[in-house]
Nanobody, 122 residues
Framework: QVQLVESGGGLVQAGGSLRLSCAASGRTFSNYVLGWFRQGPGKEREFVSMISRTGDSATYTDSVKGRFTVSRDNAKSTLYLQMNSLKPEDTAVYYC???????????????WGQGTQVTVSS
């Protein structure tokens, strides 16, 4: 089991920045691929980003490329998502997730946090 707890969400104006964190406990953090997903109001949950076990490889959905940066600190068992140039359409609950394989599909991730709300005002 891996327990994940997100933090760092909040209300920000368009063009602003936020940094999300996801603290993990339980099994060895570095054994897992980590992902960020989000679910906007009235929308299905969607993939945002994922990062490899060592942190040397990352993937982003097109809508956040160049604005969001995912990183991890295996020594601290923490995942991050730096979000810059935020847009109102980024408004969503953001979830971190841990899985065994690289995937943009949420079904591939076995462990999930409770989510943190990000609201971007125009």
């Amino acid at each position: 089991q891996v327990q994940l707890v997100e933090s760092g969400g909040g209300l920000v104006q368009a063009g602003g920045s936020l940094r999300l964190s996801c603290a993990a406990s339980g099994r060895t953090f570095s054994n897992y691929v980590l992902g960020w997903f989000r679910q906007g109001p009235g929308k299905e949950r969607e993939f945002v980003s994922m990062i490899s076990r060592t942190g040397d490889s990352a993937t982003y959905t097109d809508s956040v490329k160049g604005r969001f940066t995912v990183s991890r600190d295996n020594a601290k068992s923490t995942l991050y998502l730096q979000m810059n140039s935020l847009k109102p359409e980024d408004t969503a609950v953001y979830y971190c997730a841990a899985g065994r394989t690289d995937s943009t599909r949420d079904g591939r991730y076995a462990f999930w946090g409770q989510g943190t709300q990000v609201t971007v005002s125009s």
